[in-house]
C-alpha cells in the first residue's frame, strides 16, 4: 500500500522489526492469523475461540484472586510502615509496574467499538477512571512526603489495573470481531 | 435461529460495515505489508446447523463478557483499600480527575507528564507522556514544585468542567482542552445517597461505573450523518438492542437524544451517564422513535440479576407499558 507519509517504507520496516514483546497482550498478530485461518467455517471457530478466550480470562480471574492476598501482604506492609525514609523514587515505583507495552496496545484501539454494548464498556470506562484516580493520586503523592512503600504499593496497583483493562478490552475486542 | 429485526437490510449492512470499520481501526497496529484477512464469502444457503452455531456463539460470547466482567470488578475490589487509604491520607476525596501522572521537569519551568492513564481525560484530549505542563486554565506554572501547584490548582476545579492545559511539546507551545471527570464513586456521593457506609471516595457500591442486569447486553451506535437520516435525528446516540425485559421502555431503533438533559454524543458518552444513576433513580429520557420525538421517564432498573440471554427479535421484547408523557408536534 502506498503511503505518501512514509514513501521508502521506513516507518513499516521499523514497526515490523518491533520485538514481539511489543505485540501484546496475547500475540494480536497470532490472533489476526488466528481469525484469517478461520474464515470457511467463522462461527464454529468463533464459538471455539470465544470459549478459549473465556478460559483465559477466568484464569486470570483465579489469579487476581489469588493475588488479594499478595495485596492484602503489601497494604500490611503500607500501614505499617514507619514514617522513615527519604525522599520517593519514581525510578523504585514504576518497577513497581511495567505496563508499557499494554499501554501502548491500548492506545492503538479505536476510542470504542462501533457497537458497544453496554455492560463491557461500562467496565472498561470503570477500570479506566479508577487508572486515572490512581494516576491522580500518584501525582499527589508524589509531590507530598509521600513514603517510596506507598508509591510502589500504589504503582503495583495500577499495574494490575492496566493489566485488567487490557484484558477486557481485549475480551470486548475479541466479541465484537465475532459478530 | 433466524434473526429478524425491524431495521432495513440496507441499514444492517451499514452497522455491520461500521463493525467492520472498528475492525480496522485495530489494524491500525498492524505491520505495513501483512495483508488483510479475506472477507468471509457469503453462505450460499442457510445450514441446518445454523440456528446451534448461532446460539452457540452468543452463549460463548455471554461467558466471554462475563469473565471480563469478573476480572474488571475483582481488579478493582482489591486495589480499592490501598486506593482509599491513599485518598484518605492525601486529602484528595472527591475531586475531578485529570488522569495524569506528573514530576518536575528537569531544567526547566514546568510539570512533566511521567504516565498518561490509558483512557483517562487527558489521554482523551491528546496530552501525551513527555509533554511538559507550563500552564493550567492561564495560570503559569512557576516555582520549584510545578507538580504541586498542578494539584493545587486542580482543587478547585469541578467534574465535568474543562481544564486549558498549555504544554510545551519538542519545545513547541500546544494547547489543549480537557474534560476532567470525577472519581469513582463521586456520583453516589454526590447524589446522597442514604444508608450506605461512605468512605473517602463515596459508598461501598459495585466498584466504579460497572452494570449488571438489563443493560449489560443493551447496545449503542453513535449516530453518524447516514444513519441519522435513516432515523429521524441528526445527533444522538442509536440504540441497535435494547436493555432486557423492556427495562426504561427503550426499544430497538429508538435514538436517544438527551439523557436528563445531557446528550450523548457517543456510546461511551451515554454509558457513563447512565451508570451515574443509581437503582431506583427517575430519569427523563428524549428520544427520537419512528421520526418522532418523545419524552420518557423512566426508573433506573436494579443492577443485580443477569438477563436471560434474548435473541435479537423485537417480537421477542415484552409488552411496552404506556409511558409516554409527551409526545412533540416536531415530527422529523
Sequence with gaps: MHNESDPEGDVARALAALPADDARPYDWHEFQRRRARAVPARRVIG??????????????????????????????????????????????????????????????????????????RADVLGLEDHIAQVDDLLSAAGTGRAQAVHLIALQRQRARLVSSLEQVRYAETLADESR | MKQTHSFSPWILCTLVALGSGAATGTHAAQPQGTPPPAAPPPPAAARPDDGDLDAQLAAARIKLEEAAHEVAELSVQMGRPLIEKFAALAGEPGRAILGLQLEGAAGAAGARVREVSPGG??????????????ALNGTALAGEQPARQVMDLMRDVKPDSKVNVRVLRDGKPRDFTVTVRSGPGY??????????????????????????????DMELVTLTPQLGRYFGADKGVLVVRAPAKGAMQLEDGDVILAIDGRQPVSGSHATRILASYQPGEKLNLRIVREHKTLELQATMPARGALPEHRPHDAAALPERPEVILQQHSDET
Excluded: C, K, Y
Design chain 1, 47 to 120: 464459538a471455539g475461540a470465544l470459549a478459549a478466550a473465556v478460559l483465559a480470562l477466568a484464569g486470570v480471574a483465579v489469579w487476581v484472586r489469588v493475588d488479594q492476598q499478595r495485596a492484602a501482604n503489601l497494604m500490611t506492609a503500607v500501614t505499617h510502615a514507619d514514617d522513615a525514609g527519604g525522599a520517593p523514587s519514581w525510578q523504585a515505583t514504576a518497577a513497581a509496574g511495567e505496563p508499557r507495552a499494554a499501554e501502548r496496545w491500548l492506545a492503538s484501539l479505536p476510542g470504542e467499538p462501533a457497537i458497544v454494548r453496554v455492560g463491557t
Design chain 2, 121 to 134: 481525560p487527558a489521554a482523551e484530549a491528546g496530552i501525551h507522556a513527555g509533554d511538559v505542563i507550563v
Design chain 2, 187 to 216: 456520583f453516589a456521593r454526590a447524589h446522597g445517597m442514604p444508608d450506605l457506609e461512605l468512605g473517602p471516595l463515596g459508598p461501598l457500591l459495585p466498584p466504579g461505573l460497572m452494570m449488571r442486569g438489563p443493560f449489560m
